[in-house]
Nanobody, 126 residues
Framework: QVQMVESGGASVQAGGSLRLSCTASGLTFAAYPLGWFRQFPEKEREGISIISGSGGSTYYVDSVKGRFTIYRDNGKNTLYLQMNNLKPEDTAMYYC???????????????????WGQGTQVTVAS
């Protein structure tokens, strides 16, 4: 059974930093592309960053590019999202997710992900 558990969400002031973590079990971690998603109240979940299984390839949506960094430690089965220069509009529930299958699609569409964490809340005050 695959489990993904996020941590690191908190309330911070604008301009601050947070690091989210996501530890996975029950899958061959290094074989799966992983993504970070966020969901605003009453909005659809949206992908913000993806990383390849090896960690050698990454992608960011424009709204977080240059401020967020995705990386992974395959030895610890853990995915990270370093978030710097946080803005009030970053306030959301953040989720990590693993592709539906090993060596899966390079995609930030939620439907292409089969395993999800429970989410961690990030709140940025102005």
């Amino acid at each position: 059974q695959v489990q993904m558990v996020e941590s690191g969400g908190a309330s911070v002031q604008a301009g601050g930093s947070l690091r989210l973590s996501c530890t996975a079990s029950g899958l061959t971690f290094a074989a799966y592309p992983l993504g970070w998603f966020r969901q605003f109240p009453e909005k659809e979940r949206e992908g913000i960053s993806i990383i390849s299984g090896s960690g050698g390839s990454t992608y960011y949506v424009d709204s977080v590019k240059g401020r967020f960094t995705i990386y992974r430690d395959n030895g610890k089965n853990t995915l990270y999202l370093q978030m710097n220069n946080l803005k009030p509009e970053d306030t959301a529930m953040y989720y990590c997710a693993a592709s539906r299958r090993a060596f899966g699609m390079w995609s930030l569409l939620p439907q292409d992900y089969g395993y999800w964490g429970q989410g961690t809340q990030v709140t940025v005050a102005s």
